[in-house]
């Protein structure tokens, strides 16, 4: 079988339609009809032609087909693909049009855009802890992890099985853990989600998501669907994104194993830096065995600390050379974030970490010095 390394190089090399070996930017929004096929819109059976034979970059654009085939063979089902995370989580949502919402500590993104679902149609929400009570027939479930910002991780299995019991959908943002460190089919859920602009782009320079179905029908509807919401990728962040997925594997399992070496670290350490240390967040520390059979293939490369006072956590990312300072994660360059200058509901004492693909012992000693200065000073 094909392994995905290969997959990620090869997969799209069907849909080249010239001689060009690495795939050319196309900014196009307008193709060219073909003259030897004019068939009108309202006699075609699908839509499936736009692919083949472009129309306008809103309904479809050659580099984007060529992301749905990689995305469709790596994430095993079919893979539509979107300007943002946030933007295919709430398409999502617009086609199953649940009743109910059940979401827990999740991206505050896609909680916002429940919000405008819930103030344009009324849909409810609730926290996950009340499916057993409120969930019924049609309802969605939305399960993040590991989940933002702590990369700790919950039951899949446990939540689908309560979700189907009562005829209700689980639709898992796995953005934290890609494959091949997590398989979230797996554990039975209906939907998998990922925001791309974090490990699959993985550049810090594109927005992107994804949604994966099984279901052919629900993947033909959610791409017309999306002609219509405005929200395919635009044409050259595509671009950046295939270019962006040939290196996917080879950063992510370094970004993972890195990950669980300064966690395994800072663990071990803790009474070293006993006044600036509190706590420390990471699926690596979790003993319940659901969490090594979802990761089976590394923990995900973010993990959260928090300090014992606020004023630490001003200080901490001054104190660090090669971990800026700045929101988001997944980049090939590492990150630390005092989580309260963008999450409004967050423990004001915490500090997020993306660890990127720098050497994992330059990070550590990163680590050990701003660390070290806080508890001296
Ligand atoms: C970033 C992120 C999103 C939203 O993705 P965008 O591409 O920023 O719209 C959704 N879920 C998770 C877990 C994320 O980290």
């Known amino acids: 079988m094909t392994q995905l390394a290969t997959k990620l190089i090869h997969d799209d090399d069907k849909d080249n339609r010239v001689s060009d070996v690495a795939p050319p930017i196309n900014v196009s929004t307008t193709f060219r ?10 006699e075609r059976e699908d839509l499936d032609f736009m692919e083949r034979r472009p129309i306008y970059s809103r309904l479809a654009h050659p580099n984007a087909t060529r992301l749905e085939s990689i995305f469709s063979d790596i994430l ?3 893979a539509i693909i979107y300007n943002s995370g946030v933007s295919a989580f709430y398409a ?10 059940f979401i827990g500590q999740s991206y505050h993104g896609c909680r916002a855009a ?5 103030r344009t149609n009324g849909m409810e929400q609730y926290p ?5 009570q409120y969930a019924q027939e049609g309802d969605l479930i939305h399960l993040e992890t590991p989940v933002n910002p702590y990369g700790t991780s919950f039951d899949i299995n446990k939540i689908a099985q309560l979700a189907h019991s009562k005829g209700a959908r689980l639709i898992v943002d796995s953005t934290f853990a890609p494959p091949p460190l997590q398989n979230v089919w797996e554990f039975s859920c209906d939907i998998v989600m990922h925001s791309a602009t974090k490990y699959f782009g993985g550049h810090s320079d594109l927005l992107s998501g994804v949604i994966v179905v099984k279901d052919p029908q629900v993947a033909k ?10 929200t395919n990728i635009a044409s050259l962040e595509s671009y950046l994104l295939l270019r962006s997925l040939r290196t996917f594997e080879m950063r992510i399992l370094k970004q993972s194993q890195t990950a669980t070496k300064i966690v395994k670290f800072l663990n071990e350490n803790r009474s070293r830096y006993n006044k600036v240390l509190d706590k420390l967040y990471h699926s690596s520390l979790q003993s319940e065995p659901f969490v090594r059979k979802q990761l089976k293939g590394g923990y995900g490369p973010v993990f959260s600390l928090s300090l014992k006072t606020k004023e ?3 200080q901490f990312p001054l104190k660090l050379k090669y971990f800026h300072h700045a929101t988001s994660l997944g980049g090939i360059e590492s990150l630390v974030e005092w989580r309260a200058m963008t999450d409004p509901y967050i423990d004001q004492t915490l500090i997020r970490v993306s660890v990127g693909c720098e050497d994992p012992n330059d990070l550590i ?13």
């Open 365 to 377: 000693e990163d680590l050990k010095n701003a660390l070290q200065n806080l508890q001296d000073s």
């Open 312 to 314: 630490q956590c001003k």
């Open 114 to 118: 429940a919000n405008i679902i819930t």
């Open 76 to 78: 095993d089902g079919h």
């Open 92 to 101: 999502a949502v617009v086609f199953f049009k649940p009743k109910r919402l």
């Open 128 to 132: 996950l802890e009340d499916i057993a």
């Open 221 to 230: 509807q959610l791409r017309e669907d999306r002609i219509y919401l405005g």
């Open 33 to 42: 009809y073909d003259n030897n096929d004019l068939i009108p819109w309202n």
